[in-house]
T-cell receptor
Framework: SQQGEEDPQALSIQEGENATMNCSYK?????LQWYRQNSGRGLVHLIL?????REKHSGRLRVTLDTSKKSSSLLITASRAADTASYFC?????????FGKGTLLTVNP | KAGVTQTPRYLIKTRGQQVTLSCSPI?????VSWYQQTPGQGLQFLFE???????NKGNFPGRFSGRQFSNSRSEMNVSTLELGDSALYLC?????????????FGEGSRLTVL
């Protein structure tokens, strides 16, 4: 299965600071996606990076992918209180998707 | 364009009962996948349906089953409920399948088993 494991499990920062979350996975993937979940709600897609890409940007988000290390990182710049949520990564390949427990990001105003 | 709709949003059942949850995907999407989320185990994949066929299944017991109709709406059923089945059940739809692109999630059905 394509298990994503996020690190750290929890992160608390001040508004305006940058937040970096990491993800590791176990087997080869075609793409890796990051999702955000506000407490008890559904997940919202943030960004998808394909296995032949190394870096991708979307607004305040920057994602990197290192397939040799089977790892990815998500950087949120100039964080806002509204960014407070859990963040999950998941790899897509063999029709088995397993999410990790996510990184709980708290942005303090 | 309407999003993914899950019903019911909340429900309470007792041990031994069975429950059916419904998911209406975004119009035109052929894939519906289901996930169970608990504080202890995180978000776990249950199964995916694509054009009315189960395409893959996670590591859940046979008490968990599902189906997909010709209009792509999907249902999942849990029989002989156990306390540990209490969870947020999420479904997601996509056009090509859960591994090829963006997943669109519903708000979930929160099941409490007493």
């Amino acid at each position: 299965s394509q298990q994503g494991e996020e690190d750290p499990q929890a992160l608390s920062i001040q508004e305006g600071e940058n937040a970096t979350m990491n993800c590791s996975y176990k087997t080869s993937i075609n793409n890796l996606q990051w999702y955000r979940q506000n407490s008890g709600r559904g997940l919202v897609h943030l960004i998808l990076i394909r296995s032949n890409e190394r870096e991708k940007h979307s607004g305040r988000l920057r994602v990197t992918l290192d397939t040799s290390k089977k790892s990815s990182s998500l950087l949120i710049t100039a964080s806002r209180a509204a960014d407070t949520a859990s963040y999950f990564c998941v790899g897509g390949s063999n029709y088995k998707l397993t999410f990790g427990k996510g990184t709980l990001l708290t942005v303090n105003p | 364009k309407a999003g993914v709709t899950q019903t019911p949003r909340y429900l309470i059942k007792t041990r031994g009962q069975q429950v059916t949850l419904s998911c209406s995907p975004i119009s035109g999407h052929r894939s519906v996948s289901w996930y169970q989320q608990t504080p202890g185990q995180g978000l776990q994949f249950l199964f995916e349906y694509f054009s009315e066929t189960q395409r893959n299944k996670g590591n859940f017991p046979g008490r968990f089953s599902g189906r997909q109709f010709s209009n792509s709406r999907s249902e999942m059923n849990v029989s002989t409920l156990e306390l540990g089945d209490s969870a947020l059940y999420l479904c997601a739809s996509s056009f090509d399948g859960m591994n090829t692109g963006e997943l669109f999630f519903g708000e979930g059905s929160r099941l409490t088993v007493l």
